[in-house]
């Protein structure tokens, strides 16, 4: 028994397997962001005080956030702020997921904070745009991010009213003591929203599982009943591989319709486009359908772990945004996975508004299966020659 090399080896294999599925933990454990893109908007015009320059509070506030937001270290800051000069392009930006989340400052915002050291006060007031369909997790942070500038600078602009009233030893008006509890009020307004089951945020992911393990499923039976027919020549080899794909084909439909059906009506997930999201579901799974195929023409069962490490690294990878990932599972990692174009093709499709289109999510699921397709039909080429070569060797 000790003479078996796999008994000997148990112990470092039981460490190997220890170690490859607890990297697949680490992405989930307090992930922390990087670089976050929040948009501001500055819209703010000032105010002329009589001897003085023009006081623009809007500008000031921006400069400060973006200050604060530069790195002391080495380290990336959490919030990367990007200045956009309008409120309708900040829309346009949520829209295109560029932003998790906008702050927009007024133009009055200067001449409002003003008048709260006068007897008649208006409060300023900023809004805060939540892009709730981007990722849940990473817009609820943004949205804590805006939230607690804005209880900051309420709590300075407080201290500063108080500081001044007390060195004027003025008495407060009712209005003026009303203003000082929330010197500058917020609005908060979710965009591109996940509906109010929040389970919804998380529907592109779940989606994933499924069509995986079916897709992964079904090709593994089509395989082994094809390679069970005796072929004897490249033009049969041809055909079988024909065979596969049109079954692939097939089985894609009623993964897509299927998953679709039973996700939207016993699941319950909310699916606004259903046709649309059907539709994008066949391709992706026939495109998963065509990689694995691929991989397995070329390697054979050998490369089903392949595919059953990438459900396990996937999985947790594709609920978190890639600004809350660390470098090394973000490049080398995230950005190679074909199944995060599902889960972006789906947010479009379920929070974006967006109908089935030629968008890079399809475009790059179709490429990798016209590619995957090639190379099944050029193994098919490729173990014919082998077969042909053996065969005359044979002969003679």
Known sequence: MFKNKLVLLSPIIALAVIFIFSLTLFPSVQPQPKNLPIAIVNEDEGVEIPNQPKLNMGQTIVEMMQKDSKATTDEEPAVKWIKVKTAEDAQKGMDNQKYYATLVIPKDFSAKQASLRTPAPSSPEVQIYINQGMNTAASTMAGQVLNGIVDNMNNNVRKQLLDGFEKQG??????????????????VTNVNEIGSNSANGN?????FQPLWMASLASVAIIFVAVSKLSITNRKENLAAKFVQILMGAIVALFIGFGLTWLADGLVGFNIPQFIDTALFLTITSFSFFLMILAVLSLLGFKGIPIFVLMLFFGAPLLAVAPEMLSPFYRDWIYSWLPMRFMVEGLRELFFFGEGLTWNTPVSVLVWIGL???MVILGTALKRNRVKGAASDSLNK
């Open 203 to 207: 529907s592109p992911v779940s989606l």
């Open 170 to 187: 003025a008495t407060l008006t009712t209005k003026q003591a009303a203003s000082l509890v929330t010197p500058i009020t917020k609005t």
């Open 371 to 373: 590619v995957s397709m």
